[in-house]
């Protein structure tokens, strides 16, 4: 399990150059308008979201899992607990196809539980350069 923030920046090769020397690791995936690393030390999943003209930097947190049943068991238990929002099962967004649900906070923060299933699926013309994890700007 890692922590996930997810950031709105203005210039997408100005960050990528900041946090490949911040936390002294490449990108794992790059797209127009998006990239992310998946940093070991400390375990963080930092999404990056070229959203220029943003009212907030922070885009979204959330908790990336690497087993099924995590998402399950978190599914059962904000839904228990009444703070469950959306989820979502095979949904390809973010590059990636993933199982996920969400729950947003009293003011408004929005958090996701998420699992990749396939980190490089194809991507059609329909859904190409759609970045639907992300908050929009």
């Known amino acids: 399990m890692r922590l996930q923030l997810a950031l709105n920046v203005r210039n997408l ?3 990528v150059a900041y946090y490949a020397k911040l936390f002294n690791v ?15 030390s400390p375990p963080l999943k930092l999404v990056l979201f070229e959203h ?7 885009n979204h ?3 990336e899992v690497f087993d ?9 238990r ?5 703070i469950l929002g959306d989820v979502e099962q095979g949904t390809t967004c973010c590059h ?18 998420y699992r990749i299933t396939d980190d490089g699926p194809e991507i059609n013309a329909e859904s190409e ?3 639907c994890c992300a908050k929009p700007a």
């Open 61 to 63: 947190l959330g908790v």
């Open 52 to 58: 220029p003209g943003a009212a907030e930097r922070l």
């Open 26 to 40: 490449e990108p794992h995936k790059r797209r127009p308008g998006y990239a992310n690393f998946a940093v070991d």
């Open 96 to 113: 990636a196809t993933q199982d996920k649900v969400w729950s947003d906070e009293p003011e408004g923060l929005r958090w996701e539980w």
């Open 129 to 131: 350069g759609k970045v």
């Open 13 to 15: 090769d100005e960050a």
């Open 78 to 82: 904000l839904d228990q607990a009444g």
């Open 68 to 76: 099924p049943k995590q998402i399950t068991e978190t599914l059962n």
